[in-house]
């Protein structure tokens, strides 16, 4: 049995080495790291929420969103005449993002939030956009977000790692903004696994996903099915726990081996 980028494999055929842009290397491949299956989408709009997101995040994101579909409507959202919203001057023009001004009507109330919410259902109700990117890590879209995906809408999040967990729930994926912000910078991404009770979340989501996949008579499941399973739970994504595949998470469980069959496809088998 030979062995081919630290998996197994039952063949002794070789398996050529898959070039990538390097972009997307940086930022992780999308769809290959997020478990779930995506359609392509021919409409996405990236709602930003300047008050609530880095800028930093821009150019990762959209690489995200590249490989999901075409990202046709860009808006940000804030009070752009504040100095601590002076950074997104030049993104903005950069990347081809609509600003839309919200002055501070009253102390208290925000809207920036209610300007960017109905937006989107304005959009949703024209009836052109078949997936949303939303930018923010205000839980007080966490309306906007269910009612979005209860017409069948995709959407897709991107916060920081405090974001409420109501919130992330809700998105179809959610994804940590520091993490992919880490990523393109060439850095070591944050710790991988946190916290021992981190580590055990992860291995107990992975081997009830494992379980529940359907597995050969030596007790092998394909990678890809067991991903997608794991991904019913929307804060999935391998690059929340500083992984850029989801083969790398596997390697690095030490209950788990990997093995790359004659067809290509990747297969997982629980040692004990």
């Given at each position: 049995?030979s062995?081919?980028?630290?998996?197994?494999?039952?063949s002794?055929?070789?398996?050529?080495?898959?070039?990538i842009?390097?972009?997307?290397v940086?930022?992780?491949?999308?769809?290959h790291?997020?478990?779930?299956?995506?359609?392509?989408?021919?409409?996405?709009?990236?709602?930003?929420?300047?008050d609530?997101?880095?800028?930093?995040?821009?150019?990762?994101?959209?690489?995200?969103?590249?490989?999901?579909?075409?990202?046709?409507?860009?808006?940000?959202?804030?009070?752009?005449?504040?100095?601590?919203l002076?950074?997104?001057?030049?993104?903005t023009?950069?990347?081809?993002?609509?600003?839309?001004?919200q002055?501070?009507?009253?102390?208290?109330?925000?809207?920036t939030?209610?300007?960017?919410?109905i937006?989107?259902?304005d959009?949703?109700?024209?009836?052109?956009?078949?997936?949303?990117g939303?930018?923010?890590?205000?839980?007080?879209?966490?309306?906007?977000?269910?009612?979005?995906?209860?017409?069948?809408?995709l959407?897709y999040?991107?916060?920081?790692?405090?974001?409420?967990?109501?919130?992330?729930?809700?998105?179809?994926?959610?994804?940590?903004i520091?993490?992919?912000?880490?990523?393109?910078?060439?850095?070591?991404?944050?710790?991988?696994?946190?916290?021992?009770?981190?580590?055990?979340?992860l291995?107990?989501?992975?081997?009830?996903a494992?379980?529940?996949?359907?597995?050969d008579?030596e007790?092998?499941?394909?990678?890809?099915?067991?991903?997608?399973i794991?991904?019913?739970?929307?804060?999935?994504?391998?690059?929340?726990?500083?992984?850029?595949?989801?083969s790398?998470?596997?390697?690095?469980?030490?209950?788990?081996?990997l093995?790359?069959?004659?067809?290509?496809?990747?297969?997982?088998?629980r040692?004990?």
């Amino acid at each position: 049995m030979s062995c081919h980028l630290g998996v197994q494999t039952r063949s002794r055929k070789h398996v050529g080495h898959h070039h990538i842009n390097s972009a997307l290397v940086r930022a992780g491949s999308a769809l290959h790291n997020m478990p779930m299956a995506e359609t392509t989408l021919n409409n996405i709009a990236l709602l930003i929420d300047a008050d609530n997101t880095s800028p930093q995040a821009i150019d990762p994101v959209l690489t995200v969103m590249a490989e999901l579909g075409q990202v046709n409507i860009r808006r940000a959202y804030g009070n752009f005449a504040k100095d601590n919203l002076s950074r997104w001057d030049k993104i903005t023009n950069k990347f081809g993002i609509r600003p839309q001004q919200q002055f501070d009507i009253s102390k208290g109330k925000n809207a920036t939030d209610m300007a960017m919410t109905i937006d989107a259902i304005d959009l949703l109700y024209q009836g052109k956009v078949d997936g949303f990117g939303l930018m923010t890590s205000d839980s007080d879209f966490t309306p906007l977000v269910t009612r979005l995906r209860q017409d069948g809408i995709l959407v897709y999040g991107f916060g920081e790692k405090k974001t409420p967990e109501a919130f992330q729930a809700v998105c179809t994926r959610f994804l940590y903004i520091d993490e992919l912000i880490a990523s393109t910078r060439d850095e070591a991404p944050a710790a991988k696994l946190e916290s021992t009770a981190q580590m055990a979340d992860l291995e107990d989501l992975i081997l009830a996903a494992y379980r529940e996949a359907k597995r050969d008579e030596e007790g092998f499941a394909r990678l890809h099915q067991v991903g997608q399973i794991a991904g019913n739970r929307s804060s999935f994504d391998v690059r929340n726990y500083g992984f850029k595949s989801l083969s790398e998470l596997f390697e690095s469980l030490a209950n788990f081996k990997l093995e790359r069959r004659a067809d290509n496809q990747i297969w997982v088998k629980r040692l004990r």
